[in-house]
């Protein structure tokens, strides 16, 4: 690991003014990415804010009858808080889906948004990756591509955002907040929050450099039945293949989001008037326009029945 | 020394001369020989490891693992792959297990750390530890301190209310099944394949039959 200098933030604005006065300074809450990725020598940070300490970890209940998630509160608390098992179950249970129970005591609610790419390649250090580092090249493009993108991606990246929460978050509407380096605030609908790679597959958010994010908030609980349909290699600890976030109206009409499939979870809502026709008529309209390689076409199949299994066992 | 908010650290640069030029000529960039390499910048920090209050002084990149086995010399907490996919770098920290190897010692002072020495010692053992004993829940033993942390862990988790992937009610009390158990170990590996002894005397300790 490259050394680095340190100091602990005692107010988010201070945070971001912080990170946006070092040169390749980062913010460092949970760690478990970030080290990992230090580890490696991917991340090579020369300062590290440490934000654990700010007083951002509580759920709070908001004017409009919906949740305010403090950006620390930690993977474990977020799945087990009663009004979010209660209300926003799609969400604990996309939070239950993900890692393992030590990872999810530490992963906070921002990290875990910021959380980067498990494309193999982005990991190899000894691989071109324009992720990594840009303009190298996309060793993923014609190389063991099972695991990446089948929408949304380009001739620059076909890597996946890995989380499970986001997705949830994406079908619950909900909203990121953050500060900037000038103390201003500012609300990110989740939709407009992770970028596609494009021509730019590292600049993976629209966050300006230093701007923190400080909390993310739901909307008044939409009711419904709520599902979380993770697909992976192993029952457990392992990154989805495919995921689906869906919520079930009694009337047969609901939303739907899908995990492991692009660059940041993949909503198309115009298609969500077709849920009561079933699956079918859904991921056609939301993976029109897919480009799957030979190897991950498999996905545009799975994410179909998926949906399909979804939506039984919400009618069941 | 240079003071740094709430914390004091140091940070010195080496010039390094002899090492790089020797491998001068392989390296075009350093006409002149001689490279600045950064020395460890180190920190301060008071951790009450098992009960025990230690200030030390650590590199600013030393993780807890490597706080606890290289410093403190504690070596019953295991490095497997300092990555956080194996569990065998399991403690308890406030309370909770984490995975020691993915989160660095500067970040937690203040805070009380149990690591498997903690737990019992070989004349007085945690029923844990006697559990995993008794249903033989190990061969050659390295993610054993990881298992019997995490399992310590688990049991409060289920008495606490959290719920995990397989619990069937998200707004029932989760309980101590195989199934539960198995899920929420799941971030310990074992690569002797233990597994089912080791449900067996996490059931055991929790009362059920697993």
């Known amino acids: 690991m490259r050394t680095f200098t340190y100091e602990r933030a005692k107010s988010p604005a201070e945070a971001a003014a912080a990170v946006a ?21 991917i991340e090579t940070p020369a300062h590290l804010v440490d934000v654990n300490r700010l007083e951002l970890d509580r759920i709070e209940a908001t004017k409009d009858g919906g949740l305010r998630i403090g950006a620390l509160v930690r993977n474990t608390d977020l799945a087990a808080d009663k009004r979010v098992r209660k209300d926003y179950g ?26 980067r790419t498990r494309c193999p390649y982005f990991y190899d250090t000894a691989q071109p990756c324009n992720k990594r580092t840009p303009g190298s090249g996309c060793s993923a493009i014609g190389g063991f591509s099972r695991p990446l993108a089948v929408i949304g991606s380009s001739d620059q990246c076909i890597a996946t955002h890995p989380s499970d929460m986001a997705v949830a978050m994406r079908v619950l509407d909900a909203v990121v907040e953050t500060v900037r380096p000038n103390g201003e605030t500012r609300a990110i609908p989740i939709a407009d929050f992770h970028r596609l790679p494009e021509k730019t597959p590292a600049v993976e958010t629209v966050l300006a450099p230093g701007e923190l994010i400080t909390a993310v908030t739901l909307p008044a609980p939409v009711g419904g039945k709520q599902v979380y349909r993770k697909v992976r290699d192993r029952a457990s600890y392992a990154f989805a293949l495919v995921s689906v976030a869906a919520v079930v109206q009694p009337d047969g009409g609901g939303r739907a989001a899908f995990g492991g499939v692009a660059h940041r979870p993949w909503r198309v809502e115009a298609a969500e008037a077709a849920m009561p026709r079933g699956a079918k008529a859904v991921t056609d309209q939301v993976f029109a326009g897919a480009r799957p390689t030979e190897q991950n076409a498999f996905k545009l199949v799975l994410a179909e029945r998926t949906l399909g299994s979804v939506l039984a066992e919400a009618r069941g | 020394m240079q003071q740094v908010p709430e914390f004091d650290m140091s940070r010195r640069d080496i010039l390094i001369v002899g090492a790089v030029s020797a491998a001068g000529a392989a390296a075009p960039g350093l006409a002149s020989g001689q490279e600045t390499v950064a020395a460890p910048v180190v920190g301060k920090v008071i951790l009450t490891i098992n009960g025990t209050a230690r200030a030390l002084e650590v590199d600013l990149r030393a993780t807890l693992l490597d706080v606890l086995r290289e410093t403190l010399k504690l070596t019953g907490t295991k490095k497997g792959c300092d990555h956080g996919q194996c569990g065998a770098c399991t403690v308890i920290v406030e309370g909770r297990r984490i995975n020691s190897c993915l989160t660095l010692a500067v970040m937690h002072d203040g805070d009380k750390v149990t690591t498997i020495e903690g737990l019992g010692t070989p004349g007085d053992l945690h029923p844990m530890q006697a559990a995993f004993v008794k249903h033989d829940g190990y061969q050659c033993g390295y993610c054993t301190p990881g298992q019997i942390c995490s399992a310590v862990a688990v049991l409060e988790e289920i008495k606490a209310g959290v719920p995990s992937h397989v619990t069937a009610d998200l707004n029932g009390r989760p309980k101590v099944t195989p199934d539960e158990l198995r899920e929420r170990m799941s971030g310990n590996i074992c690569r002797c394949g233990a597994y089912s002894n080791i449900v067996e005397a996490i059931g055991e300790v929790a009362g059920v039959k697993a």
């Open chain 1, 21 to 41: 006065r070092n040169p390749g300074a980062r913010f460092i809450a949970g760690g478990t990415n970030l080290l990992d990725l230090m580890k490696l020598e």
């Open chain 1, 90 to 115: 799609v969400l604990s249970r996309a939070l239950l889906a993900g890692a393992s129970g030590q990872l999810r005591n530490k992963a906070t609610t921002a990290g875990n948004l910021l959380q």
